[in-house]
């Protein structure tokens, strides 16, 4: 099964040593020092939804003391007011810009490629 990239969360094991993190998957996950763990959408959004937020307060532990980074984040989608594109904030060079999502989506009236881009830039 493919994975479009901006759709999952992964974040890495920065703690040196390998470590149990309880507030990943349904019954904690052991991650390796260095290992990365991909969850499907958001991780942030799902542990701060839960009713306890033990698993959140956990999660945010883990960053605050360096154990732990988010490595990649769902993207954020926003839609062209005028031709109705879709398009994935980016950050380059300090730049905010859109961009076609390039994992999934192809343009209305363009090709069913989505490696080709048919965007133009504009700063």
């Known amino acids: 099964m493919a994975t479009v990239t901006g759709l999952h969360t992964t974040v890495q094991n920065t ?48 960053l605050e003391d360096g154990d732990m980074v988010i490595v990649n984040s769902p993207a954020v989608y926003v839609t062209d007011v005028t031709t109705d594109d879709i398009g994935e904030i980016v950050i380059d060079a300090g730049v905010l810009s859109a961009v076609p999502p390039i994992d999934w989506y192809t343009a209305p009236g363009s090709s069913s490629s989505s490696s080709s881009s048919s965007s133009s830039s504009s700063a």
């Open 15 to 62: 703690s040196g040593q390998a470590a149990m993190f309880g507030f990943l998957g349904k019954a904690g996950r052991r991650l390796a020092d260095d290992e990365t763990y991909t969850v499907p959408g958001d991780l942030v959004a799902d542990l701060g939804s839960r009713r306890s937020l033990t698993a959140f307060h956990a999660f945010e532990r883990a």
